[in-house]
């Protein structure tokens, strides 16, 4: 979460006044309105304003659900490896309570920022939350945004009106312990919630954390998502890492409404509510969320909108106990040049100067830059005017800067979507070194779960001769050591301690595990890493 945004949801604590959020450009610091009767354009042409997006007085009582206990035959469209149609899509014009509500890490495990959606504003839009179910004897102020999207000349209309998004910030929360909130909004009452505070960094606390990517809102992505839930009635997990293509919202199907772009956003915001709304749920852009030259034409705003992140929420880090997590994102440079490039560096540099109190270090991505399924293969980043069909910038450092900084800084864990499938490989420095066990790992193990709801890659079709093949065909590298393209599923990972973590893949539909491996990992390495960058500041000090 920038710095500004924090300090915008901490005064909200104390001010009574609603404040909308509009952004002019995603790679900017937004700037702050008062919210008025009045709809104000921004340079993007979105509007925002305040008041109600219906005549609630009018409505009929309106009640959206998502079929998570339907079985495979009950959607439409399911034919592995195709998704299906997407789900029936929610109203938010018509929804008054709070929903679509979701938490997210800010890196202080005194905090948890929160968002949620309603079809309206009152004069006071908060978040009550304390120790105890029947104390809840905090409060955070919420800032509200709204935006307008697609002007339709012939109707003289916009295609869509957001609801308004709240953001709030829970702060003086205690590290590690289970805390409940309930959000009083529009004047609505959401249930009491409950969810688990972030561990201090050092605590010896094990963590659990889901891992997805691409999920969308198909039939295959709500049984996904039932699967998950029912996990957490069984276990306690404190985050979700969910790395790229979130909801497709700007990818046409043929089962959407025509212009139904956002109501996609909406959609799955309250199909992932059930998890979101209990745990941290960190993502990072994937090429349908921010890709402006490429397949997508997404410019990050409507991502921007839609979601809390540290940072400048594109590329990020933040720490949950004993586990530091880095998210880059994947349609930028990272060479040693560049903003992220630099950054990043110094995110690892400072990670492994932390070593003991963070004995786990993970990225986070959308593509992955190891792959060996067919379909997009390894992320080699973009050459200036490449023969795309559109002018393209350059986008470099991942064959070259990025790779070897992972390595050097003893990344452990590598967690990945964008390939539609499941892939891990084993601990590598590079496809021509690698080692064969799991035990004091030495390199980054790279994990891919690419199949938690859109369409699968089983299958390519050679452009020349017109032959269907198996996105694995002809292509088996010795640094995979377990692939599936023909299951949707999650992931999970448990870290036992500073040493040991517990990686396990979850077929959809399935109550065990097809994959469990257990990941030891070498402390020595890091360890000399660490000492040696301390001696070395210390040196230069003294020299100086």
């Given at each position: 979460m920038n710095?500004?945004?924090i300090?915008?949801?901490t005064?909200?604590?104390?001010l009574?006044?609603?404040?909308?959020v509009s952004w002019?450009?995603?790679?900017?610091?937004?700037?702050l309105e008062?919210?008025?009767?009045?709809?104000a354009?921004?340079?993007?042409g979105?509007?925002?304003?305040?008041g109600?997006?219906?005549d609630?007085?009018?409505?009929?009582e309106?009640i959206?659900?998502v079929?998570?206990?339907w079985?495979k035959?009950e959607?439409?469209?399911?034919?592995?490896?195709?998704?299906g149609d997407?789900?029936?899509?929610i109203?938010v014009?018509?929804?008054k309570?709070?929903?679509?509500?979701?938490?997210?890490?800010?890196?202080?495990?005194k905090?948890?920022?929160?968002?949620?959606?309603t079809n309206?504003v009152s004069?006071?839009?908060?978040?009550?939350?304390?120790?105890?179910?029947s104390?809840?004897?905090?409060e955070?102020?919420?800032?509200?945004h709204?935006y307008k999207?697609?002007w339709?000349n012939?109707?003289?209309d916009?295609?869509?009106?957001?609801?308004?998004?709240?953001?709030a910030?829970?702060?003086?929360?205690?590290?590690?312990r289970i805390?409940?909130?309930?959000?009083?909004?529009?004047g609505e009452?959401?249930?009491?919630?409950?969810?688990?505070?972030?561990?201090?960094?050092?605590?010896?606390t094990?963590?659990?954390?889901?891992?997805?990517?691409?999920?969308?809102t198909?039939g295959?992505?709500?049984?996904v998502?039932?699967?998950m839930m029912?996990?957490m009635?069984?276990?306690?997990f404190h985050g979700m890492?969910?790395c790229?293509?979130?909801s497709?919202a700007n990818?046409f199907?043929?089962?959407?409404?025509?212009?139904?772009e956002?109501?996609?956003?909406?959609t799955?915001g309250?199909?992932v509510?059930?998890?979101?709304s209990?745990?941290g749920?960190m993502?990072?852009p994937?090429?349908h969320e921010l890709d402006?030259?490429?397949?997508?034409?997404?410019?990050?705003?409507?991502?921007?909108k839609?979601?809390i992140?540290?940072?400048?929420e594109?590329?990020?880090?933040f720490?949950?106990?004993m586990?530091?997590f880095?998210?880059?994102?994947?349609?930028?440079?990272?060479?040693?040049n560049?903003?992220q490039?630099?950054?990043?560096?110094?995110?690892?540099?400072?990670?492994n100067?932390?070593?003991?109190q963070?004995?786990?270090l993970v990225?986070y991505?959308h593509?992955?830059?190891y792959?060996?399924n067919?379909?997009?293969?390894?992320?080699?980043?973009?050459?200036?005017?490449?023969?795309?069909?559109?002018v393209?910038?350059?986008?470099?450092g991942?064959?070259?800067?990025?790779?070897?900084l992972?390595?050097e800084?003893?990344v452990d864990?590598m967690?990945m979507g964008h390939v539609?499938?499941?892939?891990?490989?084993w601990?590598m420095?590079?496809?021509e070194?690698?080692e064969?066990?799991?035990?004091?790992?030495k390199y980054?193990v790279?994990i891919t779960?690419?199949?938690?709801?859109?369409?699968?890659?089983?299958?390519y079709?050679?452009?020349?001769?017109?032959?269907?093949f198996?996105?694995y065909?002809?292509?088996?590298?010795?640094?995979?050591?377990?692939?599936?393209n023909?299951?949707?599923?999650?992931c999970?990972?448990?870290?036992i301690d500073?040493?040991t973590?517990e990686h396990?893949?979850?077929?959809?539909n399935?109550?065990?595990?097809?994959?469990r491996?257990?990941?030891t990992?070498?402390?020595?390495?890091s360890?000399?890493l660490?000492?040696?960058t301390?001696?070395?500041s210390?040196?230069l000090?003294?020299?100086?």
């Amino acid at each position: 979460m920038n710095s500004l945004r924090i300090l915008v949801l901490t005064t909200a604590l104390l001010l009574s006044t609603t404040l909308s959020v509009s952004w002019e450009d995603p790679y900017k610091v937004p700037k702050l309105e008062l919210l008025s009767p009045d709809f104000a354009e921004d340079s993007d042409g979105f509007q925002y304003g305040a008041g109600l997006l219906n005549d609630q007085d009018e409505e009929e009582e309106y009640i959206y659900e998502v079929p998570y206990s339907w079985t495979k035959d009950e959607f439409t469209g399911i034919d592995m490896p195709s998704c299906g149609d997407e789900i029936e899509q929610i109203d938010v014009s018509r929804v008054k309570k709070p929903h679509q509500i979701r938490l997210s890490f800010t890196g202080d495990p005194k905090e948890m920022a929160i968002t949620w959606v309603t079809n309206g504003v009152s004069h006071h839009e908060k978040v009550r939350y304390g120790l105890l179910e029947s104390n809840l004897n905090f409060e955070a102020l919420s800032i509200s945004h709204q935006y307008k999207w697609h002007w339709n000349n012939e109707t003289n209309d916009w295609e869509y009106t957001s609801g308004f998004i709240h953001e709030a910030l829970m702060i003086n929360l205690v590290p590690g312990r289970i805390h409940y909130y309930k959000i009083e909004s529009n004047g609505e009452e959401s249930a009491v919630v409950k969810f688990i505070a972030a561990p201090e960094p050092g605590s010896a606390t094990p963590l659990s954390f889901f891992h997805v990517g691409d999920v969308g809102t198909f039939g295959t992505s709500v049984m996904v998502t039932n699967d998950m839930m029912e996990r957490m009635n069984e276990k306690q997990f404190h985050g979700m890492i969910h790395c790229g293509d979130i909801s497709y919202a700007n990818k046409f199907n043929h089962s959407r409404p025509d212009k139904a772009e956002q109501k996609v956003w909406d959609t799955w915001g309250q199909m992932v509510e059930p998890l979101g709304s209990k745990l941290g749920y960190m993502v990072v852009p994937g090429n349908h969320e921010l890709d402006i030259y490429d397949s997508t034409h997404e410019n990050g705003t409507i991502y921007s909108k839609r979601f809390i992140m540290p940072g400048n929420e594109r590329y990020f880090s933040f720490g949950v106990g004993m586990v530091y997590f880095v998210a880059v994102s994947t349609d930028e440079s990272i060479d040693a040049n560049s903003t992220q490039g630099a950054w990043f560096k110094n995110v690892l540099t400072e990670a492994n100067e932390n070593r003991e109190q963070y004995p786990w270090l993970v990225v986070y991505q959308h593509r992955p830059i190891y792959n060996s399924n067919k379909k997009h293969q390894n992320w080699e980043g973009r050459e200036f005017n490449t023969s795309s069909r559109y002018v393209n910038p350059e986008i470099i450092g991942w064959t070259d800067n990025f790779p070897y900084l992972i390595v050097e800084h003893n990344v452990d864990l590598m967690l990945m979507g964008h390939v539609h499938h499941y892939e891990r490989t084993w601990p590598m420095k590079n496809p021509e070194t690698w080692e064969e066990s799991y035990e004091n790992t030495k390199y980054p193990v790279h994990i891919t779960c690419g199949h938690s709801g859109k369409h699968l890659y089983k299958w390519y079709t050679n452009r020349t001769s017109g032959e269907k093949f198996d996105t694995y065909s002809f292509n088996d590298p010795g640094w995979v050591a377990s692939r599936s393209n023909g299951y949707w599923g999650h992931c999970e990972l448990d870290f036992i301690d500073k040493t040991t973590v517990e990686h396990r893949m979850y077929r959809m539909n399935e109550k065990t595990p097809t994959e469990r491996v257990v990941i030891t990992r070498s402390i020595s390495s890091s360890k000399i890493l660490s000492a040696s960058t301390a001696l070395i500041s210390t040196l230069l000090l003294l020299l100086h």
